[in-house]
């Protein structure tokens, strides 16, 4: 089955303690994204990807990294955790890097994620 | 920058009711148009798209049209039913990093 799988689906975690949400997809697809999405400010992207080795910020990109060392997989790393960081994430993939944007993005269940 | 404005919900309608989600978009160029749909603990499914105006996008009853002079793309469906209800979200996107600009998104609840 073609999806986008996110692991863990819920974590709570304090503050300062580095962790890393993993994000894989089974389409081969060139393009990958992180989004953010918190109550009243909808979904803002936060890193994404065009290809392996291609990386660069999005809208919201303090805090975070990333990185594809790999096209399936596109890691978001929280070096160190804040409280403002507490929100629900979802990773997205679409099959053109290149394109010009009409391509559907393909999303993940979600990781929702706590900081103490 | 860009932006999308959706009506505020929550929309509760009875079964078999007519269905309107109106959504404006703000953008230079010409972006790509999207709904999704986010069904209660699930991640974003893609309902729809149009890519250029006068496009219209379907799938499952709905329907949108792109409308450039009006920068509209309004979601309708004929006739709702309970399992259409959740939170419906409208999308532009351009090229580049290709970054979904969403609208705060629109809850749907169908009663019986």
């Known amino acids: 089955e073609a999806q986008v799988t996110q692991n863990p689906r819920y974590l709570i975690t304090v503050t300062g303690k580095k962790l890393t949400v993993t994000c894989s997809q089974n389409?081969?697809?060139?393009?990958m994204s992180w989004y953010r999405q918190d109550p009243g400010l909808g979904l803002r992207q936060i890193y994404y990807?065009?290809?392996?080795?291609?990386?660069d910020k999005g809208d919201v990109p303090e805090g975070y990294k990333v990185s594809r060392k790999e096209k399936r997989n596109f890691p978001l790393i929280l070096e160190s955790p804040s409280p403002n960081q507490t929100s629900l994430y979802f990773c997205?993939?679409?099959?053109?890097?290149?394109?010009?944007?009409?391509?559907?993005?393909?999303f993940g269940p979600g990781t929702r994620l706590t900081v103490l | 920058g860009d932006s999308v404005t959706q009506m505020e919900g929550p929309v509760t309608l009875s079964e078999e009711a007519f269905l309107t989600i109106n959504c404006t978009y703000t953008?230079?160029?010409?972006?790509?148009l999207f709904w999704y749909v986010q069904y209660p603990g699930e991640g974003l499914q893609l309902l729809l798209k149009?890519?250029?105006?006068?496009d219209k996008g379907s799938n499952k009853g709905f329907e949108a049209t792109y409308r450039k002079e009006t920068t509209s793309f309004h979601l309708e469906k004929g006739s709702v039913q309970v399992s259409d209800s959740a939170v419906y979200f409208c999308?532009?996107?351009?090229?580049?990093?290709?970054?979904?600009?969403f609208g705060s998104g629109t809850r749907l609840q169908v009663q019986p």
């Open positions: 997205a993939s679409s099959p053109d890097g290149a394109s010009f944007g009409g391509d559907t993005q393909y």
């Open positions: 389409m081969n697809h060139e393009y």
């Open positions: 990807s065009m290809n392996v080795e291609v990386t």
């Open positions: 953008a230079t160029g010409y972006p790509s």
């Open positions: 149009a890519t250029k105006a006068d």
């Open positions: 999308a532009l996107v351009k090229g580049g990093r290709r970054a979904l600009t």
